[in-house]
């Protein structure tokens, strides 16, 4: 399977126009973030596992190419991943997958889990900051793992996990997701102390126990009992994705800095609680029901202020979204950010583009001005990316945001769901 991220200079720009107000329905597709958790909790166990409402972009891509570089087999088409996982896998992890992808680092808790060891080249740092891994590491370690570094991998080998109660000292994503993934297979029940409570982290709780493992909730602690043997969920149409809620983020802010009214398909509402609320504050009217939720905005937002925490707080992938709603509403907000220490650095490119924003440490202050005017800006990461092409749609004449296949880790045809809606753009 080969990856389809644009090199450099090859599409490698999203052009926008100042758009009218935005209208139609757009359909919200399969988490990023839940996808790569559920392909590498597939290694737990051999056969023939299938997943649905798999979004096109192109992580998934290269979790893929992780996996059958593990010895799997995997076929996509029509939104749809067959993965089939024999009974012996290569345990290693390379260098030049992990690094073009830091979520790659999922694969030491399954692998530890089911085969007892595991090599995984480390992450690097990324646009976000340093990404340390101590904590999924202090997590494995007290399941029984031990672990070495030599020449950029770390290696962990467990000749038994044995259950017992992990403290997370921070409710890390990934460090959530790989001790869980590790403790489905240790002998006797594990309690995970202040996990992650993400929606991505449920899915990947449902997906598991229709493996087979016994995990379950216990106020906000996750408790697993052990299981001898893991089998893929039942196929049917295979397990869906849930509905990815920074996807919804990307439309909301659409919708926020040039108004109309968009049907949001498949959005889930309660995976967004406090986004809802903020939006709301600001002046976006929502009405949800079953089948997602209509945004509908008429007038100028006003600013609000805008912390990031764990979920069910407001989620640091959010942040640019409303950071460039924050930059034309009326007024001045304050943006904090306690996720990830180095995630402003798209903030530039907004003043770029005539955004009047100030920051101090993990602190910007944003006050709103009129207009945006079009520049040429680029995408240094996933989210900031998305926001930068939503706030060229705020921006007067033209933007062009170079960096696309950063955008296209995380979006399937960003563009072409813009225009479905009546946004001016296009991607060269
Ligand atoms: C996941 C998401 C990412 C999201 C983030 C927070 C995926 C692929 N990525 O990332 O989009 O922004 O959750 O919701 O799902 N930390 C440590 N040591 C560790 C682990 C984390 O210090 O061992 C720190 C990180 O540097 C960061 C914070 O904890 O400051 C949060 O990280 P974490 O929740 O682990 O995020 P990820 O799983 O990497």
């Known amino acids: 399977m080969s990856v389809d991220v644009a090199t450099s200079g090859e599409r490698d720009t999203f052009v926008t126009q100042r758009s009218r107000a935005l209208e139609g329905e757009v359909s919200i597709g399969g988490a990023k ?17 299938v997943l649905a409402n798999v979004p096109d972009i192109s992580d998934v891509s290269l979790m893929c190419e992780l996996l ?28 030049h997958l992990v690094e073009r992808m830091r979520a790659s680092i999922v694969v030491l808790g399954p692998l530890l889990g089911r085969f007892g060891t595991a090599r995984v080249a480390l992450p690097g740092g990324d646009d976000f900051g340093p990404r340390p891994i101590d904590m999924h590491l202090r997590a494995l370690e007290s399941l029984g793992a031990t672990f070495s570094t030599a020449h950029g991998d770390i290696s962990g080998t467990a000749e038994l996990l044995k259950g017992t109660e992990v403290v997370l000292e921070y409710p890390s994503v990934g460090a959530t997701e790989n001790v869980l993934m590790a403790a489905v297979r240790a002998k006797g029940r594990t309690r995970i102390v202040n996990p992650a409570r993400e929606p991505e982290i449920s899915d990947l709780v449902e997906f598991l126990n229709q493996m ?22 039942p196929s049917g149409n295979g397990y869906r994705v849930i509905p990815d809620r920074i996807e919804a983020a990307t439309f909301l802010a659409a919708v926020g800095m040039c108004g109309g009214s ?7 509402a309660e995976h967004m609680t406090m ?19 209509r945004a509908t905005v008429n007038q100028r937002l006003a600013s609000a202020d805008i912390s990031t925490l764990p979920f069910p707080g407001l989620a640091t992938d959010y942040k640019p979204f409303l950071v460039s709603m924050l930059t034309t509403a009326a007024g ?51 989210r900031a990316g998305a926001a930068l092409v939503v706030a060229g749609l705020a921006a007067t004449g033209e933007t062009e945001v170079t960096g696309a296949a950063h955008i296209d880790r995380g979006y399937e045809d960003l563009a072409g769901k813009l225009a479905g809606i009546g946004a001016p753009i296009s991607r060269r």
């Open 275 to 293: 986004l809802i609320r903020k939006l709301s504050e600001m002046g976006m009217h929502i009405v949800i029901d079953e089948a997602g939720l």
């Open 262 to 268: 968009v049907f949001l398909r498949h959005a889930v």
């Open 68 to 95: 059958e570089a593990m010895g799997v087999t995997v076929t996509r088409a029509d939104h749809r991943l067959v993965i089939d996982v024999p009974a012996e896998l290569n345990t290693e992890a390379p260098y």
């Open 212 to 233: 087979g493992a016994r995990v379950g909730w216990s106020g906000d602690r996750l408790a697993v009992d052990g299981v001898e043997r893991l089998a893929p969920a």
């Open 33 to 49: 973030n839940s996808v790569l958790k559920l392909m590498a909790a597939c290694l737990l166990a051999e056969g023939q596992h």
């Open 332 to 382: 001045v907000g304050i943006v904090t950010e306690n996720i990830f220490t180095g995630r402003f650095r798209y903030i530039d490119e907004l003043r770029r583009m005539g955004a009047d924003i100030r920051t101090e440490g993990h602190h910007a202050v944003v006050r709103g001005v009129e207009r945006l005017s079009g520049a040429p800006v680029r995408a240094h990461d996933i």
